[in-house]
């Protein structure tokens, strides 16, 4: 049986800004387990690579975490001190950030940026890091590697760069690696070429993996459970299976409207989600999707409602949900 790796309890994160304080994360929980992949999926703003960034403890100032746990492999991160956070950070759990030409120093070698995580979280000598180096590009599939740690990031194509990145992120072979939209600025080859590495090296070194997007094409490949984030709370979650062909929220089922489908035999029109996400200065006191849900009824707009169980797995927050539950309940009683 696999041990659990991460485990958030209703964790609420908010930044704290001169206009007044947004809350970026609003009781949040969720769980993995050793060789998990998990997709985070919303759009812009929803609070996925907030709550992803918590786990290494890199939400800076002002950004503070204002209730909740986070437990990860024995350690308990909201209570860490920056000296602690920076001994983990690299070593047991690693990120991939979205643009591998912002993350790379420019004025370092290729080589001089992964020795340096080998030289901070590890024991070995300095032939040993360069050997460790070389192996690291071979691993991500980076050709003539003893050349290669001599050069600099411009000298390398986005694929490449987002290659060397993971390259760093394995150094030390991490519990847990976080991929922040790591195939954004990629073209749809390069991308196959390294959501395929990704798995391919989960499989090799045993890691969990979570997947930030907005793509949920690209969760359908590598995922096996899926987070929707609406607002800084999580909408839905389940199986992959769950979350496209069982879905229970009406703004996973918006998100899964607006892609394309190769299955189609005519030509249909994408049916984007009307609306704007809300204001996380002056958040509502109902569901968040509330306003821009074409089935919303009153109580969307007043109460936040409870998540409905609709497998051991599977759960999402929706009034419509509850109303389902309750009317069944009602027909079997009258039938009884």
């Given amino acids: 049986m696999s041990k659990v790796l991460l485990d958030i309890r209703n964790e609420r994160l908010s930044f704290f800004t001169p206009a007044g ?3 970026a994360i609003n009781d949040v929980s969720f769980s993995m387990n050793e060789g998990d992949v998990l997709g985070i999926v919303g759009e812009s703003g929803s609070g996925k690579s907030v709550t992803a960034y918590s786990i290494m403890g890199l939400n800076a100032e002002p950004g503070r975490l204002i209730g909740g746990e986070i437990h990860f492999n024995g350690h308990r991160i909201d209570q860490m001190s920056e000296r602690e956070l920076r001994k983990i950070r690299g070593n047991e759990v690693s990120i991939i ?3 591998p030409m912002t993350s790379l120093n420019p ?38 590697p003893e050349k290669r740690l001599k050069q600099y990031p411009h000298e390398f194509s986005g694929g490449m760069r987002q290659r060397i990145m993971i390259a760093i992120a394995l150094a030390c072979e991490p519990k847990l690696l976080i991929a922040d939209e790591p195939t954004t600025a990629l073209d749809v080859t390069i991308q196959a070429q390294i959501l395929e590495l990704m798995i391919e090296l989960k499989n090799k070194i045993g890691m969990s993996i979570i997947m930030i997007t907005h793509d949920l094409g690209i969760v359908s490949t590598i995922c096996e459970k899926i987070a929707v984030m ?19 929220h009406e703004y996973t089922k918006g998100l899964l409207r607006s892609i394309p489908k190769l299955t189609e035999k005519q030509h249909e029109k994408l049916v984007p989600i009307d609306g704007t996400p809300v204001d996380m200065l002056n958040p509502p006191a109902g569901c968040p999707f509330a306003s821009r849900c074409s089935s919303c009824m009153k109580i969307c707009l007043s109460q936040m409602p409870e998540y409905t169980h609709l497998s051991d797995t599977h759960y999402s927050a929706c009034w419509l949900l509850q109303k389902k539950e309750l009317t069944k309940g009602e027909e079997e009683e009258n039938r009884g």
């Fill in 21 to 23: 304080e947004v809350k």
């Fill in 230 to 248: 609406y607002a800084g709370k999580i909408v839905e979650y389940g199986t992959v299976d769950e979350i496209f062909y069982e879905t229970a």
């Fill in 107 to 144: 004025v370092y070698t290729i080589g001089n940026q992964i020795v340096e995580v080998l030289r901070l979280h590890t024991h070995l000598n300095r032939k040993e890091q360069k050997a460790r180096a070389i192996e690291l590009l071979r691993l991500v599939g980076i050709s003539e």
């Fill in 97 to 99: 950030f979205q643009d």
